[in-house]
């Protein structure tokens, strides 16, 4: 049977606040365990919760950017379970009347074409803390610090019919949320975390299958791993005339298998009620558009001005827009250089691959964006050639050089790089050449007209040795007319 | 000294007739004295109280001294006293200190007041009868056989005994009137969102609600004076201005509108309460208010929704106390279920498990409609009469219980009689509007009390109304014959 995969995705993003959702503890990520803990945080007997309106200002700004609509009248609900790590026994949350309401993102496909992916809507809630297993004897420790950090958690449509493409969306909500600055996007201290909701139904069929959920997948790599792992187990159920439970699951990177984590018969009934410490949220319009002011350039209109004003491909553009700080990083360089082209070819080429070798972010470069804007203008002005170039850029990787321009033009005088494009000289370097090779030159003589292009490569080697830095495309001519001319 | 009021205090204190630290060693010893027989304290501070004696006695030696430097009170078990037990009244809490002050308790410590300790109460505020204390259950200091009222019992029993003054208390269906009156004396309960309530251990938070039990209208605005405020560690306390509460008890009341409804006079009261309340009334025309009859037709299903929504909030406020950080942990747990399971089936008392049981089950999938939503709509009309009433008068005036004081153990057996015991009291806590039990008279030697309800934050026209009432009478200055 041909089956037609649905997937939708709950994204819990942390809000980068300095205190938390409901108490004046930092948010810090690192310290130790339960230093990040207040009263509040606790759950001791008679604490109020306050809430942070710059958690509000965030989501509203994260509403707007997915173009949703806003709620003007937002409501906090306790969800009720216990959980060791939950300390009041219940979580705040938005059930019925969340902040963002329908909205939508486009995601990019390996064919280079896009695809709108419906949000259902994002609400504030609290995070909780984290249950501690190992190092207590059989015991469980319990680290609150974490416990009340605020979260957007992001529910979409079930419009996703890819593993691929839930980790586009995924990815896409990664970029749009950290170039609003409303979240760190640190996959690997859980500021984002995916929930992965899949089932399987019969291509042509309405109606949806049974569903499973795969909690918490914390990179875009898992998130297409873990749903992929999960369509073959289903579809090897459903394939086998058997049914699937609808449970929660979790996935094993390491065996690259989803397991069951609890079924749904047995879970809690949350018995949600509008949380009566909290007063409504109540914005109106006047406030929308406050925040709509301070909205930076999103991903998407700076892919799209990548391409008009910079003539960059749709591929180059959405690479360079999907990280803003990369994004920023290409523009500055470019602007310097005024050669958006070479900078994107750098950006993507050297600079990329210099981030994944030494696993850092592009804030973390050694090479700044004046110092490669400074670099790109000596190519583009031939004082560097493209070798010369990137043993620059090379040092400065390495920690050589000073601060700023002159840091880089410092290592071209030193390295000895700048190159002779003065035809005089190369002229020099050239008959030099040719007089110390005979032998070459009565070979090149004996090769027939046709060939001869291809013969002249040993002498261009011959000569950027003899000389480095010298402009090839000058070695070249120079090379042309004192050949000819034998 | 023991029957004195807070005003007579903060005069003595102020003209050198005694000294904070006199009165106070004064008062402790009359606890350690009498209080066996009464239970009203769960925790006396007695060190704690002198030091605060001694600091009043020398900030008034240098000249800093305000109305309630070295005046002694009491604090309702229910409020979070740093490094002091605060139990409210369960074996949950039987060992926890708290780390940090109640906004109320603050309060009074920074405007000097001297703190005797932490009073007896029905457990988690939960009872109108104060047997449902862990820590056993508040004479009443009229007839020590009978109940004080419940859930502030320690708070009006003490007050009562003369063991303080004043004590802090709180009211969520009517914790602190009907308390007040079964004692004779005189219990605020403001207008939600008036007192801050951090700190204040939560029993159902839309309801719950600080307020204050004295002998005097007087002396309740002296309190009102130190409590009422803004605070943003509270997001229900209600920002708007704090009036002077003693500034206007002494105005006029000429021209007065009284509405009296009729559903607050029906076959509910006996005709001896019906008759002291009528005296009462009749005082108020004598001093040139008008009454008018009034209906508040949504009075019965005042106490039905009541006993939807309190349980339903309890059960998630009481999610906390689960053994894990704090509070009653039952011995050699297996496993997170079974520490749960008994860390709670031990530390809540029978009447805390029943209302977490009706309150779990009106939140359900599936019946969260037909109560909590429910409930929350006949709420809604509830307030409205109060809101229609208050077009015409300008104060309401009623009971505040059926009977008086009734013997310990006549009402255990059944749960709705036992809460029949708040049907005048309880519909304001869910309009969230202020009031007031002023003692009235008496029924075969017990007290009674009168009702005064007010509009939205019109506490002043209250303390206003109960201070004239007693200034004409004297039932508050009656002195209980039971100790």
């Known amino acids: 049977m041909e089956w037609e995969v649905v997937i939708g995705l709950e994204i819990h993003a942390q809000l980068a ?50 173009d949703a609509e806003i709620g003007m009248k937002s409501v906090f609900d306790r969800k009720n379970y216990f959980y060791p790590d939950s300390p009041k026994g219940y979580q705040t949350t938005q059930l019925h009347h969340p902040i963002v309401g329908m909205g939508h993102i486009d995601i990019e496909l390996e064919n280079g074409e896009s695809r709108r992916i419906n949000v259902t809507r994002a609400h504030l809630e609290e995070d909780a803390g984290k249950s501690v297993h190992e190092g207590f004897d059989g015991m469980s420790g319990i680290d609150l610090n974490r416990a009340g950090t605020p979260l957007v958690e992001i529910v979409s449509e079930p419009e996703m019919r890819t593993a691929k493409e839930a980790a586009a969306y995924f990815k896409k909500m990664h970029s749009i949320v950290t170039y609003l600055g409303i979240c760190d996007g640190d996959l690997s201290q859980g500021s984002m975390r995916c929930d992965c909701n899949v089932s399987l139904r019969p291509k042509g069929q309405e109606e949806f299958g049974t569903r499973t959920e795969i909690k918490n997948v914390n990179s875009f790599r898992n998130v297409e791993r873990a749903i992929n792992t999960e369509i073959q187990r289903q579809m090897d159920i459903l394939e086998d005339g058997g049914s699937i439970t609808q449970e929660t699951r979790l996935y094993d990177a390491d065996k ?22 909290l007063l409504p949220i109540i914005i109106d319009q006047e406030y929308v558009d406050a925040i709509k002011a ?15 004003e910079h003539g960059l491909s749709l591929m180059d553009a959405a690479v360079l827009s999907s990280d803003r700080q990369l994004a920023d990083y290409f523009e500055a360089a470019a602007n310097i250089s005024g050669d958006y082209k070479i900078a994107a070819n750098w950006v993507m080429g050297d600079v990329s691959a210099a981030l994944n070798r030494l696993e850092i972010s592009i804030s973390e470069l050694p090479v700044t964006a004046e110092q490669l804007g400074r670099l790109l203008s000596l190519i583009k002005d031939n004082t560097l050639n493209n070798g010369g170039a990137k043993e620059v850029f090379n040092a400065l990787l390495d920690g050589k050089g000073t601060d700023g321009a002159e840091g880089v033009d410092a290592l071209v005088d030193s390295l000895g790089l700048k190159q002779v494009s003065d035809t005089g000289a190369i002229e020099e370097i050239v008959a030099q050449v040719l007089a110390d090779n005979p032998k070459l030159v009565e070979g090149y003589l004996a090769t027939p007209e046709e060939k001869r292009g291809k013969a002249m490569g040993p002498f261009i080697g011959l000569t950027r040795k003899a000389a480095k830095g010298v402009n090839p495309q000058v070695v070249m001519d120079v090379l042309k007319q004192k050949l000819s001319e034998l | 000294m023991h029957n004195k009021t807070i005003a007579e205090i903060s005069r003595d204190l102020a003209a050198g007739t005694y000294s904070s630290e006199e009165i106070t060693k004064d008062l402790l010893t009359r606890v350690s004295k009498l209080d066996k027989d009464i239970n009203s304290f769960i925790t006396v501070t007695e060190e704690q109280a002198l030091s605060q004696a001694k600091a009043a006695d020398a900030n008034r030696a240098a000249g800093n001294a305000s109305a309630w430097t070295g005046v002694p009170m009491a604090h309702k078990d229910i409020f979070c006293t740093n490094g002091v037990l605060t139990t409210c009244g369960s074996k949950m809490l039987s060992n926890f200190e708290a780390p940090y002050d109640a906004t109320v308790v603050t309060k009074f410590n920074d405007a000097g007041a001297v703190s005797l300790g932490k009073l007896n109460m029905d457990e988690f505020a939960m009872g109108s009868s104060n047997e449902n204390s862990f820590y056993g259950p508040v004479a009443n200091p009229w007839d020590k056989d009978r109940v004080p009222g419940g859930s502030s019992g320690g708070s009006a029993a003490a007050v009562a005994a003369g063991f303080v003054p004043g004590a802090t208390a709180t009211d969520t269906g009517g914790s602190i009137r009907q308390p007040a009156a079964l004692c004779g004396v005189t219990g605020l309960k403001p207008t939600y969102g008036r007192i801050s309530r951090y700190g204040m251990i939560a029993y159902a938070s839309s309801l719950d609600q600080a307020g204050t039990i004295t002998h005097t209208a007087e002396d309740a605005a002296m309190m009102m004076n130190v409590m009422a405020g803004f605070d943003a560690k509270d997001s229900t306390s209600v920002d708007r201005d704090v009036p002077d509460y003693t500034a206007t008890l002494d105005n006029s009341i000429e021209g007065m509108t009284i509405g009296l409804p009729t559903e607050y006079f029906r076959d509910d009261l006996s005709a001896d309460m019906q008759q002291q309340v009528r005296n009462a009334i009749a005082e108020y025309e004598k001093m040139g208010a008008k009454v008018k009859e009034i209906s508040l037709p949504n009075t019965h299903l005042a106490i039905p929704a009541y006993y939807v929504i309190a349980p339903s909030e309890c059960s998630a406020n009481l999610s906390r106390m689960d053994g894990v950080r704090f509070g009653h942990r039952c011995e050699d747990p297996k496993d997170i279920e079974d520490l749960y399971c008994r860390s709670r089936g031990e530390g809540f008392g029978e009447e805390v498990k029943r209302r977490i049981m009706v309150g779990s089950y009106a939140l359900s999938a599936g019946f969260y409609d037909a109560y909590y939503k429910k409930a929350q709509q006949v709420r809604r009309l509830i307030k409205n009469d109060f809101v229609t009433a208050f077009n015409d008068v300008d104060i309401i005036m009623g009971p505040v219980t059926p009977t008086p004081a009734f013997k310990r153990g006549e009402k255990t057996s059944d749960p709705v009689e036992m809460y029949l015991e708040d049907i005048f009291t309880i519909a304001l806590n869910l309009a969230g509007l202020p009031g007031m039990s002023v003692p009235c008279g008496a029924v075969n030697n017990l007290p009674v009390g009168l009702q005064l309800i007010g509009n939205f934050f019109d506490e002043a026209r209250l303390l206003n109304a109960g201070h004239k009432f007693q200034q004409a009478t004297d039932w508050h200055l009656k002195t209980p014959t039971g100790i």
């Open chain 1, 294 to 308: 301070t909205l930076p350039e999103l991903p998407d209109a700076k892919k799209a001005r990548f391409q008009s």
């Open chain 1, 17 to 66: 606040t300095k205190s938390k959702i409901f108490s004046g503890s930092s948010t810090a990520y690192g310290a130790e365990a339960n230093t990040q803990a207040n009263a509040v945080d606790l759950g001791l007997p008679g604490v109020l919760p306050v809430f942070n309106e710059e958690a509000l200002r965030m989501a509203v700004k994260f509403g707007l950017a997915i």
């Open chain 1, 256 to 277: 690259d298998e989803t397991r069951s984590m609890r079924s749904k018969e047995v879970e809690n009934d949350y018995r949600y009620f509008p949380c009566p410490d």
